[in-house]
């Protein structure tokens, strides 16, 4: 007998679900099924996404569900139409055998005439957001009077999305005998209210520990500057040679710019969020499900119901606001009992959110070092060779050019043949990665001695189109040293602060005496080691009060006071608050800086840019790193 069977359901189920691939129910399952099957219980069932609760569901419910009658029977409410879409999809699948059975998806961004439609054409199981759900019922499209089962999915969600006055008006609109079923990842106070309020005496099922995460996923954090989160991205994606995976962000605006970046630097990549279409969504899942994607980069209204086979990397570039989502985001990963990694990429200040996390999932997370440079790679040439090593060879099509081939490679040897082929393949991610930075940052406990280090401050910053790597890059060029004895470059709007070995620090200072960047003299000072004196190299004044005008088109620089000035201003704004006005016709852009004048490391620290309306102006007011384009 069929394991399904075994549970109580019928052929006609059980052949759809074999056909389907499914050979043993998952503990959510074997224990959710039977209870529902009598059709007379209210249920609170929590389970981790990825365990399969859509069928833990969806089975019992078909199996209740009379469809020779055209009334509306049953509702599942969900937070998010994707969810929708997959659990109408589901449903269908598993009445493939089944008569008459008509399931409809009621979402937002689509049709609501052609909803109601499909409604009135006989729908016995409505699956429905709840906001269109409340615009069906507003219209009268929608009878729930007959309906005797109410299935909350994700409801933690949706009382996390605002939806708990939806979820009042809908289920005030259904029978009070009918039962109420309620699935949830996680179980917060308000979704033990949901349970008190609409349901009577049901019995609580949990898959696995309440509230904690998959046991199948590795968590894993790194530790970096904010203004180095993309190069770490963009690493974990070249140390991952088959990568397939979702990159969380929090904004729409965030997760627009990360996937427009990754698209320029040759990935197969690209953004799902809330501004886009129903049908641009749609394309967007279409082609990460069948894997003309590797990387989609999200917001949170992907964290529920994308039910995508074999995703191997949950990235969190930006940490979820709501601490819960965490679990949702890295339950995309690990699914059907497979593993996966589920990746953060923080700073300093964020540590302490990843303690809260390790709490709440009940997991500890391993603290990892970004790959660097020799490391990406390693992995990126033993990819190739093993993909050389299982290549399918079509002996018949390639045996007529063979001849040809075998004669102008005969005066190279096996290992010759094997070099260069490797090389023409790889010389350019060898190329890129030649003195790339080191961007981990050290935390508390395992930050270096400040002994033997020297701090140089340097006036060349992100308004000379430099970044971390590209500062270590021409310092490393000009002054003759290797990248990795300049321990750190912290990059700022006008100038840097760099951090070298004490011997390096004297070279690099030698030789910035006459130096020139783009027609304006360098200017490279010491800060001293352990609180030393500071000292001055290049041309001009010393390092203190001093004034410069409307240089390279920043608009009026002044520094008051001893060091790094405590005021300072650009053009027309003060104080901690710079702007700088319209360069290259891109718009205004203006940051907010904390005390230290680092945003990026600030969660108040929030930069906007009102821009003109030409987007592509707008993503492209920072110069990106280049990166060799590959081909999956």
């Known amino acids: 007998m069929n394991k399904f069977e075994a549970l109580g359901l019928n052929n006609a189920i059980v052949k759809a679900v074999t056909e389907l691939g499914f050979e043993n129910p998952t503990p959510i399952q074997e224990k959710v099924i039977p209870a529902l099957l009598t059709g007379t219980t209210d249920l609170v069932a929590l389970a981790q996404t990825g365990t399969g609760k859509t069928a833990a569901f969806g089975l019992p419910l078909i199996s209740l569900i009379n469809f020779a009658s055209r009334d509306t029977q049953a509702v599942i409410l969900c937070p998010t139409r994707e969810l929708c879409m997959q659990i109408t999809r589901d449903l269908q699948n598993y009445t493939k055998y089944i008569e008459g059975s008509n399931i409809v998806a009621v979402y937002g961004g689509a049709s609501i005439e052609g909803q109601s439609r499909e409604i009135k054409r006989g729908a016995q199981i409505v699956v429905a957001t709840p906001g269109r759900m409340n615009d069906m019922i507003d219209r009268r499209n929608v009878n729930l009077s007959k309906v005797r089962y109410a299935v909350l999915d994700e409801a933690d969600e949706m009382l996390n999305m605002g ?28 979704v033990l209210r949901i349970s008190k309020n609409y349901m009577t005496s ?23 500057h904010a203004r180095d989160k993309y190069p770490t991205l963009k690493r974990i994606a070249d140390s991952n040679p088959d990568i397939f995976a979702i990159v969380f962000c929090r904004t729409k605006i965030e997760t627009q710019e ?15 969020h809330g501004d886009l279409s129903q049908s641009q969504r749609d394309h967007v899942m279409k082609r990460y499900r069948n894997r003309s994607l590797q990387m989609l980069v999200a917001t949170d209204v992907a964290a529920r119901g994308i039910d995508v086979q074999d995703v191997t990397h949950v990235i969190n570039y930006a940490l979820p606001d709501e601490i819960e989502n965490y679990t949702h985001r890295s339950g995309r990963t690990a699914r059907a009992g497979k593993t996966g990694v589920s990746i953060a990429i923080i700073n300093m200040k964020e540590i302490g959110k990843i303690k809260i996390i390790e709490r709440l999932v009940k997991t500890k997370f391993s603290h990892a070092k970004v790959p660097n440079g020799f490391e990406v790679c390693e992995k990126q040439l033993f990819s190739l060779v093993k993909k050389i090593h299982d290549v399918e060879v079509n002996e018949q099509a390639i045996e007529s050019y063979l001849p040809k081939i075998y004669d102008e490679l005969k005066d190279l040897s096996r290992e010759d043949i094997i070099k260069r082929f490797v090389s023409t393949e790889f010389n350019r991610f ?40 590209t500062m270590t890059e021409y310092i490393s060029e000009v002054a003759g040293v290797a990248s990795n004895t300049i321990v750190s470059v912290d990059v700022k709007s006008s100038f840097s602060f760099i951090e070298a070995k004490a011997d390096v ?6 030789t910035f005496k006459n130096i020139q960047y783009n027609g304006r003299n360098v200017r490279i000072e010491s800060r001293g080691s352990k609180g030393g004196e500071k000292r001055s190299f290049g041309n001009g004044n010393s390092y203190g009060e001093r004034n410069y005008g409307n240089r390279s088109e920043r608009g009026n620089y002044s520094s008051k006071g001893n060091g790094y000035g405590e005021r300072r201003s650009y053009g027309s704004s003060s104080g901690d608050r710079k702007s700088y006005s319209d360069r290259s016709g891109r718009g205004n852009y203006s940051k907010s800086y904390t005390d230290n004048g680092n945003s990026e490391n600030s969660d108040r620290g929030r930069y906007s840019k009102a821009a003109s309306n030409d987007s592509d102006d707008r993503k492209n007011n920072f110069k990106r790193e280049k990166r060799p384009r590959k081909t999956f």
């Open 430 to 469: 060898l190329e890129y990665y030649k003195n790339a930075p080191d961007l981990n940052v050290s935390t508390n406990k395992e930050r270096p001695s400040a002994e033997g280090i020297t701090k140089l401050f340097i006036n060349l910053g992100e308004m000379d189109k430099l970044n971390s790597r």
């Open 163 to 190: 939806f708990k006055e939806d979820l009042d008006t809908i289920l005030s609109q259904t029978p009070q005998e009918k039962n109420t079923w309620l699935f949830s990842a996680t179980m917060p106070d308000e």
């Open 258 to 272: 990360i996937a427009d970046k990754l698209i320029k630097d040759g990935y197969n990549a690209d953004a799902l």
């Open 505 to 510: 620090a004297e070279v690099i200072m030698g």
């Open 202 to 224: 049901p019995i609580e099922i949990t898959a696995g520990t309440k509230n904690s995460g998959n046991v199948n996923i590795e968590h894993v954090y790194y530790v970096v």
